[in-house]
């Protein structure tokens, strides 16, 4: 017999008797966590918190306040106004920031901790991008300079014809103060990332050369001194994509992968000025690090990293080199920060509420009740099965009660592909259990949270080696007696839409499949994709350099003519990322060779769906579709 590795561990919270179905509004019915931010003194926590209005057709936000100990609920603070994004403390502890809509534009609004109506901060010209409180009440802002009179001009008369890759205003860093913007950076290169020391005199910038996806590619790391606006390089730091300075602001650390390459594993790295290199403090850890948060006597740097589908929480002591595991949650995290002698956190594994817990993990405790409890949630089991001398880990969400028979079995690969799936809370996959659908996630060969050698294990390889590991997932199922082998489905969105591609032209084994935002032809992507360079190092450089044939070999458009599975294909009419035309050339592959296919677009989207009634839409149709075909 197959050898067949099965891990059970626990998924929701036990559920109480009188458990609702899940139904099509959960889809986006709950409340879900966008920011954590903790007060200077660490003793409340605010929390940015979105919610659907089905009434207009979008999802608003609002900012919550809890007491980091639970010692009072939480409460939200009515603030206009809406916050968009950016939640940030005071110094004092007296007000939040953030930033929101105004004219046109977004700008920094600061509401009392108390609560009350938010008082303008910024009035710029173009939009703010981000911003940090700096001493005495002043702002560290990321925004481009205002449009000029001429530029105004041109967008009125719609006189705005443009060159490809000059589309684009760079960002600058500006240090705001009484509302008056004073430039720091001079707008030649992009600031991506503005971090300002503790004691306000130093601004540490990750910058490219412009906001083009692709451009990450040339990201540096630069110390600005804010009196003399003089940068110093920090040397090592390319590709670097986050930087935190230590509490005593005499070291940076930053995440960048760790031999120059963006398929690689990111590691931690920390430098303090005057040094000549950075010093990697992860690589033995052989996992990228999602996330860094200083000890307070800035002795070691915290991090959380992925183990498969959950996280750790890892200590580095910069000092010593010394690694040293915190806490391994029996779960995801979506979100972790430091409060007192221990941390707030977000388990991704569950609906959005924020819990406390000491510094190893002990004494959790529940601070928030933002969403409903009685609403039945899918069990969740981590499992693993062989592929060849490899061992795979997928998720599996399954019925909350036993399992009575043979169910229709959904495989759900993720995106990226450089990217994993965890045990998170997935309202898809709940209300495709709760049409009588077990759902599995994959976490093929390119994966990351398995080491560095399985996430480079789909080089030159995206479409066959992943298949066959997701369909490995299938037999392995199929083998515990779980998942009817004459009721497969595949529903896959991004690089999981590439993979449902190449399935739908590789096997028949599915009864129907849905591809969401996928690529047909990586030629074309290549060409049309606001992120084109970091398939180089799947693909050995350009398709139009001598690696076409490569290129062509991994497009399931090639394949087209094999295709038997009926296919739904949907995209977001404004998706910069895999846009709307590669559906339609696998759309249009299919029907031309005689099979079922139906293409969807939905007006407004980007590439991640971002109103509501089109996210339950899109549920439905999914759903709708396996059930026509589920015969």
Known sequence: MRRVLLAVVCGAAA????????????????RTVREVAVSPDGTHVALLVREANLATGRFGHGVWLVAADGSSPARRIEASPIPAS???????????????????????????????????????????????WAPAGALLAVAPAPPTADE????????????????????????VSRGSFSPLTDGQRHVRRAALSPDGLKVALVTTPDPEADSTQEATLQVLDVGSAKPVEVPGSSMASEAEWSPDGRTLAFVRPFDGHEISRADLFVWTAGEAAPRN??????????????????????????????NTVIRFGVGTGAVESLWKPAHALAFLERAGAGWVYVPSDRPAELWSAGLRGESPRRLTHLNPDDVELPRVELVRWPVGEREVEGILFAPAGAAGGLRPLVLHP????????????????????????????????????????????NVQDWGPGPFSDMMGGADALIAR???????????????????ANWAVTHTDRLRAAVSGAGVADLRMQYSISDARRWRFDYFLGSPFAGHEELYARQSPVSYARHARVPTLFIHGEKDERCPPAQGFMMYRALRDNGVEAEMVLYPREPHVFVEPRHLMDRARRVGEWFHAHDR
């Open 86 to 132: 950016s939640l940030r403390w005071s110094p004092d502890g007296s007000r939040i920031g953030y930033l929101a809509g105004r004219g046109g534009t977004s700008q920094v609004f600061a509401v009392p901790a108390r609560g009350g109506r938010a008082v303008a901060l910024t009035r710029h010209g173009a939009s703010v991008a981000a911003f940090e």
């Open 414 to 457: 993720h995106g990226g592909p450089r990217d994993h799936a965890g045990d998170d809370f997935d309202p898809l996959a709940a209300f495709l259990v709760s049409q009588g659908y077990l759902v599995l996630k994959p976490n093929f060969r390119g994966s990351t949270g398995y080491g560095d050698a399985f996430t480079r294990g």
């Open 281 to 310: 403090v992860s690589a033995s850890l052989d996992r990228d690090v999602e996330a860094v948060r200083w000890r307070p006597d800035s002795a070691a740097a915290d991090g959380l990293f992925p183990e498969g589908a959950r």
């Open 152 to 175: 105004q001009r041109r967008e009125k008369s719609r006189d705005d014809a443009r060159s490809q890759g000059q589309q684009w205003r760079n960002h600058r860093a500006w240090l």
């Open 15 to 30: 559920l109480p008797a009188y458990a609702r179905p899940f139904r099509i509004e959960d889809v986006v019915g709950f």
């Open 481 to 499: 007696g779980l998942a009817d082998p004459a009721r497969l489905f595949l529903y896959g969105w991004s690089y999981g839409g590439y993979l």
